[in-house]
C-alpha cells in the first residue's frame, strides 16, 4: 500500500499523465524515401537537388502534450530576454547616438556597386578549453571544450546558406565573402590605379597567374637522387627524424611517432622499399631538410646543398607516393598532406595546394567510410541515426586521425582565403569532436588501436630517452593545436559576423563597434587561457623565441586586423573628393586608428622570423604585403585628398608614427625571398612604386 502511495506521488506533475510525442520536421518525400531531411521550408535541400514535390504535415500544437507546450513556452520566454539582456548591456557600453547622419560613403572599387554581404544576427563566440598552467595537469582534465553562444542583433540577416555552427567549419560562401580581405582585394583599392597607373598589370594580374611562374627550388639529377638515399645512414636518419620531430611536426601531429619511428628502424634493416612506409620515412626526411629553429641565421634557409639533399628526398618518395593515390587509409593522408607541407615550404603554392585538398579528400573518404563525419544538412530528428563509436578503437588511432582531419582543413582553408579556390568538402561536414582528442595514457604509450604490425613498429626503435622527449612533444603540440584551432574558430566567426558591405551610417558604425568590442573580448580570453609554454609578449618588439608562439601571436593579430578590416575598406572605397577626418564619428576613427596600428604591430611581430623557411612563408608574405599596403593606400589618400599641408596632419591623425619603417623592414622581406617566389617579386615591384608615388606626394 505505501508503495503504491509512493508511486503516486512521483506522477504528481500533470504533464506525467500524457504520454510524449515526437515532434516530426521531415518532408513528406524524403519520409517515403528513408532519407535525411533537413527542414528546410518551403523546399528541403533534397527535394531542391532532385526536384521533388517537396511538402510538410503541418504538427498540430494542440495535439502536443501540456508539458512539451509549457517548455517550449519557457524556452521562447528565456530566449527573448537572454537577448533583451545582452543588447542591453551592449549598448550601455556602447553609448553611441544612432541617430545622427553622417556624410555617405558608399565602399567602391573600380566603379562597382558593392557585393551584397549580410550579417548574422547571432554571435556565436568558440571559445576555448581553460588550460591548466602546466601541459600535465592540462591532460589530465576532460577534453569537453566550454561554447558559449551569446545572442545580437542586427538588422541584417544572413542567407541560411552562409550559417556557421560552432561545429561546422566556414562555408564555401563564407570564404568567398571573406576573400575579400585578401591582398587580392586590397590590390585593387581605387587608389593604386589612379596613383601608379604604370604597376596596373601587377595590380590586376590574379594571384593564381603569377605564382604558376614558380618552379622546384633547384633541379637534381637521376644520380643525385639515388646517392641521397644511398646516403641516408642510421645516423643521418636519427638526426633528420628528431629535427623533423622538434621543428616541423609539432606543428601538425599528423603522424604516430612511435609507427614512424618503426618505419625508420625498417628502413635501416631492410633499406628503401616500394611502399608506403619507405614513401613517408622519406618525405619526413625532405621537409626536415628544409626545417630549422625559428632563430637561424638568415640565409641558412637558402643553403643550397640543404634544398638540393631535400629535392632528392622528395622526388624519391613522389616516386612511391602513386600507390597510396587510391588506397583508403590513413597513410595515404598523411603521405599527401606532409607533400602539401614540403611544397609550401619550397613556395610551390599552386602545387602545395593541390595537395592538401588532395589529403582532404583523401582524409574525407576514411573518416566518412568509418562513420566519423556527419554532414552538415544531416536532419536531427526521428530519422537520424547516430554516428557510431566503435568502443574497440584505440585512442591513438583516434587522435592521429582528428590530428590529420584539423591539419588538412586549416591548412586548405589559409590556401584558400588567399587564392579563392574551391576545396575539398571537407568543410561540408560536421565533426564529432570540436577539438581534438587528448593524447592519453593509452596513446603516450604508442600501443592504442594499432595492428600487430604497426605494434612492433612502434616499440621497434623507442628507447627511453625517445619515449620521454616524445611525450614531450606529444604534449607540447597538443596544447598548441588546441589553442589555434580555437584561435581558427574564432577567425571564423568574424568572417560571418564582422563583415557587411551596406552604406556606412550610425547604425551600421554602432554594429561595427559591437563586433570590435565583442570579439576583442574573445581574443582577451583566449590569450588569458593560453598554458604557460604557449604564453607570448603581446608586445610586438618582443621575441617569442618559439615557432609556436609566434604562429599564435600572428592567429591573434589576424583576427584584431578582420574585425577593424570594414572599417578601412569603407574609407579606402569613398567616393568623397576630400578625406575630411571630422566629418567621421570618432567610434569610426578609432576603429581605422586600431586598424593601423595592429598592421605596424603585425610587421614588427613578423620580424623575427622573416628569414625563417616554414611552410607559412607565402602567407606570410601576403600578410606583411597587405599591411604596408593598406598604410601606403592611406598615407597618399590623405596627402591627394588633403593637399598641401593638410595631407600630413590627416596622416599623422589616422597613421602611428612608427609606420615609415614598416615599408623598408617589408622591401628587405621581400627580397630575401623574390628567388624563390613570383609573388614575392611582384609585391617587392609593387610597393616600391607606390612608395615612390608617397615621398613624391608627401614632399
Known sequence: MNANANAGSQI????????????????????????KCDGERPVCGFCKVRGGSCRYIETDASKLDPGSLEVLTRLGRLEESLKSYINEVIDQKLAIPATSPIPSICPAQDGRPPRQRTTSNRLSISSQPQFSATPTQFLNQANQPTLLSVSGSSEHSKPDSATLSDDVPPSTEIISHASDMSLEAVLKWPIFTDLAPNLARD???????????????????????????????????????????????????????GCLRGYVEDFKSLGPQWDGKTCLVLIVCAVS??????????????????????????????????????????MAGQCTFLTGVYL?????????????????????????????????ESFVGDETEE???????????????????????????????????????????????????????????????????????????????????DRYHLEIG?????????????????????????????RWILQLEKRVTEFDWQIQQWYKALPGPMKFSTDPSVPTRNILRYILRQHMIDIQEDVRFPAIQAIMGSTLSNLDVEQFPPTLIRIVRGFFTNAVDRIEANREGLFHRHHGVWLSIRCVSRSVLQLLGMACKCHREGGYGRGLELERQLLP?????????????????????????????????????????SQ
Open 344 to 376: 609550401c615550404l619550397t613556395n610551390q603554392i599552386i602545387a602545395g595546394w593541390k595537395s592538401f585538398v588532395h589529403a582532404s579528400n583523401q582524409c574525407l573518404a576514411w573518416l566518412r567510410s568509418n562513420n566519423r563525419l556527419q554532414s552538415k
Open 478 to 506: 597538443w596544447l598548441y593545436y588546441l589553442a589555434e584551432i580555437a584561435s581558427k574558430r574564432i577567425r571564423s566567426s568574424v568572417w560571418v559576423e564582422s563583415y557587411t558591405a551596406q552604406p556606412l551610417h550610425a
Open 657 to 697: 608614427a612608427q609606420w615609415h619603417n614598416t615599408i623598408h623592414v617589408a622591401l628587405d622581406f621581400l627580397e630575401y625571398w623574390s628567388s624563390e617566389s613570383a609573388d614575392a617579386r611582384r609585391m617587392h615591384k609593387v610597393i616600391s612604386g607606390i612608395a615612390d608615388v608617397y615621398y613624391t606626394l
Open 289 to 330: 631538410s628544409v626545417s630549422g629553429p625559428l632563430d637561424e641565421i638568415r640565409g641558412v634557409s637558402k643553403l643550397q646543398d640543404c634544398l638540393r639533399i631535400a629535392e632528392s628526398y622528395f622526388c624519391a618518395s613522389q616516386r612511391r607516393i602513386g600507390m597510396l593515390h587510391h588506397e583508403n587509409s590513413i
Open 387 to 469: 554516428m557510431a563509436l566503435d568502443p574497440d578503437d584505440g585512442s591513438a588511432k583516434r587522435y592521429v586521425e582528428e590530428s590529420l582531419y584539423w591539419s588538412c582543413l586549416k591548412s586548405e582553408m589559409e590556401v584558400r582565403f588567399e587564392l579563392n579556390l574551391p576545396g575539398s568538402g571537407l568543410d561540408r561536414f560536421n565533426y564529432q569532436n570540436v577539438y581534438p582528442s587528448p593524447p592519453i595514457h593509452e596513446h603516450l604509450k604508442m600501443d592504442g588501436g594499432k595492428s600487430p604490425e604497426d605494434s612492433m613498429a612502434s616499440s621497434a626503435g623507442r628507447s627511453p630517452e625517445n619515449s620521454e622527449t
Open 12 to 35: 504528481s506533475r500533470p504533464a506525467a499523465i500524457y504520454e510524449r510525442k515526437r515532434a516530426s520536421t521531415a518532408c513528406v518525400v524524403c519520409r517515403e524515401r528513408k532519407t
Open 203 to 257: 595590380l590586376h594580374t590574379s594571384t593564381i597567374e603569377v605564382l604558376a611562374k614558380d618552379r622546384p627550388i633547384t633541379f637534381v639529377t637521376e644520380e643525385d637522387i639515388h646517392n641521397e638515399v644511398k646516403n641516408l645512414t642510421s645516423p643521418v636518419l636519427d638526426r633528420l627524424v628528431e629535427n623533423f620531430l622538434t621543428n616541423n611536426h609539432i606543428k601538425n601531429p599528423v603522424l604516430d611517432v
